[in-house]
């Protein structure tokens, strides 16, 4: 079974600096998926960017981006210029890429932007 | 663009009674997926339908059933409801099992409260 970590429950960046929020998993798969999804107040899951394990370039979404270390099994999110609509929960996922398409979450992190 | 449609979006019941929802998927995607958001909690899978057949199962109750029917609409029935079957249940739909890309829209969650 696949398991995802996020070790920071909290974090906390002034508005415009960058922040990384770290995740780790566990698979013996060669052939997934990574990705970030964003829980703002709303509830609404919403996916910031997504990695295919087979991709060594790191993916990039505007000011997300992602340091994707295969043999580490690291995955963390960078986000710079931080904007205050950025405060949301952030989970990190992991999805085999044959047989079960499920998401697996990590605990998320609570991301606060400080004005 | 058309979203993941999910109805009702709040829903309060007694314990012991029973509680539908329903998910309308994106237009054209074939594959319904449903998780259970506990507070404070992340995402758990609890089952996929792809061409209206279950396609995958997670940690489902055995008092929730589920299917998909032939617009590829979903609704998720729970009965004898619990106090800890309170929690936000969130759809998503993809195309094709997320093959090739992975990606899972999520609908705005349906709320159920069980007191």
């Known amino acids: 079974a696949q398991t995802v970590t996020q070790s920071q429950p909290e974090m906390s960046v002034q508005e415009a600096e960058t922040v990384t929020l770290s995740c780790t998993y566990d698979t013996s798969e060669s052939n997934y998926y990574l990705f970030w999804y964003k829980q703002p107040p709303s509830r609404q899951m919403i996916l910031v960017i997504r990695q295919e394990a087979y991709k060594q370039q790191n993916a990039t979404e505007n000011r997300f981006s992602v340091n994707f270390q295969k043999a580490a099994k690291s995955f963390s999110l960078k986000i710079s210029d931080s904007q205050l609509g950025d405060t949301a929960m952030y989970f990190c996922?992991?999805?085999?890429?044959?047989?079960?398409?499920?998401?697996?979450f990590g605990k998320g992190t609570k991301l606060s932007v400080i004005p | 663009a058309a979203g993941v449609i999910q109805s009702p979006r709040h829903l309060i019941k007694e314990k012991r009674e029973t509680a539908t929802l329903k998910c309308y998927p994106i237009p054209r995607h074939d594959t319904v997926y449903w998780y259970q958001q506990g507070p404070g909690q992340d995402p758990q899978f609890l089952i996929s339908?792809?061409?209206?057949?279950q396609s995958d199962k997670g940690s489902i109750p055995d008092r929730f059933s589920a299917q998909q029917f032939s617009d590829y609409h979903s609704e998720l029935n729970m009965s004898s409801l619990e106090l800890g079957d309170s929690a936000l249940y969130f759809c998503?739909?993809?195309?094709?099992?997320?093959w090739g890309t992975g990606e899972l829209f999520f609908g705005e969650g349906s709320r159920l409260t069980v007191l």
């Open positions: 998503a739909s993809s195309l094709q099992q997320g």
């Open positions: 339908f792809y061409e209206k057949m």
């Open positions: 996922a992991f999805m085999t890429g044959a047989g079960s398409y499920q998401l697996t």
